[in-house]
């Protein structure tokens, strides 16, 4: 059984950072490739980018190069992502995702992220 | 980037009716498309990819049609299971780019 298990909700100042753990069982972590999404109510959803977990080579949406870090420690078939630099605009329900083409065959919970101070 | 526009945003139906939710992409996407199932409380379902191919554990009730910049997603007979907010996917170049969702709602 595939399972996405994603860490608890964050509070965090603005100009901080954070990280955000996903932790998977139930399918090949090396060979599939890992997305990051982030949903605000309203506009929908945003593909963030994605990290292969066999050699950790990344693609990012230009939109949030330089805001979010994508990162596997293949020994636990975690995935990460560092978020840096966060505003009121960072402000959302994160999601990682598996698959092995560019869909995503399962999600996460989702990770609340709330910027204030 | 390609942009996913759904329609309608909301739908009312009642159990055992059909309802279609359509998809239209900016640019041809060829059959590179997805459906998704979100539910509260729930982790988002792939219900279709590849624009018509049904994912292991989706029931028959739904299915999907197109390709090119026009899809549609059906659902047949609809169960209450069903009542959730459905989104589209491309994955026909990046970014991967969503449509804004629609809420199928009991009537």
């Known amino acids: 059984q595939v399972k996405l298990l994603q860490s608890g909700a964050e509070l965090v100042k603005p100009g901080a950072s954070v990280k955000l753990s996903c932790k998977t069982s139930?399918?090949?972590?090396?060979?599939?490739?890992m997305s990051w999404l982030k949903q605000v109510p309203g506009p929908s959803i945003e593909w963030i980018g994605w990290?292969?977990?066999?050699?950790?080579?990344?693609n990012y949406n230009q939109k949030f190069k330089g805001k979010a870090t994508l990162t596997v420690d293949k020994s636990s078939s975690t995935a990460y992502m560092d978020l840096s630099s966060l505003t009121s605009e960072d402000a959302a329900v994160y999601f990682c995702?598996?698959?092995?083409?560019?869909?995503?065959?399962?999600w996460g919970p989702g990770t609340m992220v709330t910027v204030s101070s | 980037d390609v942009q996913m526009t759904q329609s309608p945003s909301y739908l009312a139906a009642s159990p055992g009716e059909s309802v279609s939710i359509s998809c239209k992409a900016s640019?041809?996407?060829?059959?590179?498309l997805a459906w998704y199932q979100e539910k509260p409380g729930k982790a988002n379902k792939l219900l279709i990819h590849?624009?018509?191919t049904l994912q292991s554990g989706t029931p028959s009730r739904f299915s999907g049609s197109g390709s090119g910049t026009d899809f549609t997603l059906t659902i047949r007979s609809l169960e209450f299971e069903d009542f959730a907010v459905y989104y589209c996917?491309?994955?026909?170049?990046?970014?991967?780019?969503f449509g804004s969702g629609t809420k199928l709602e009991i009537k």
């Open positions: 995702a598996s698959g092995f083409d560019w869909y995503f065959d399962f």
């Open positions: 139930g399918f090949t972590f090396s060979t599939s490739y």
């Open positions: 990290i292969y977990a066999g050699d950790g080579g990344t």
């Open positions: 640019k041809s996407i060829s059959n590179n």
């Open positions: 590849s624009g018509s």
């Open positions: 996917q491309q994955y026909n170049e990046y970014p991967l780019t």
